[in-house]
Nanobody, 115 residues
Framework: QVQLVESGGGLVQAGGSLRLSCAAS????????MGWYRQAPGNERELVAN???????NYAASVKGRFTISRDNTGNTLYLQMNSLKPEDTAVYYC?????????WGQGTQVTVSS
């Protein structure tokens, strides 16, 4: 079982920056794949970015060049640096992890970008 706890969301003006963090616990083994998803009202949950243990990253086209996903040296803390934020980035952001055949979600953190 893996527990994921996000932090760092909030309200920011367009053009501003936020950094989200996700702390994973419950396993002493490295988590192979972690990522960030988001869900805006009325929309389906969508992938924002993910990263595998070797460091390979993948980004949605809408955030490429503005967002950066990274992990700490332990591999169990995940970050999302979000720059040049736009009102359309407003959503609940969820941390996710694939581990030992299961897929786990955090509780989500709200990001609101005002115009």
């Amino acid at each position: 079982q893996v527990q994921l706890v996000e932090s760092g969301g909030g309200l920011v003006q367009a053009g501003g920056s936020l950094r989200l963090s996700c702390a994973a616990s419950g396993t002493m083994r490295s988590i192979n794949l972690m990522g960030w998803y988001r869900q805006a009202p009325g929309n389906e949950r969508e992938l924002v970015a993910n990263i595998i243990s070797g460091g390979k990253t993948n980004y949605a086209a809408s955030v490429k060049g503005r967002f950066t996903i990274s992990r700490d040296n332990t591999g169990n803390t995940l970050y999302l640096q979000m720059n040049s934020l736009k009102p359309e980035d407003t959503a609940v952001y969820y941390c996710a992890a694939a581990w030992n055949g299961g897929f786990y979600w955090g509780q989500g953190t709200q990001v609101t970008v005002s115009s």
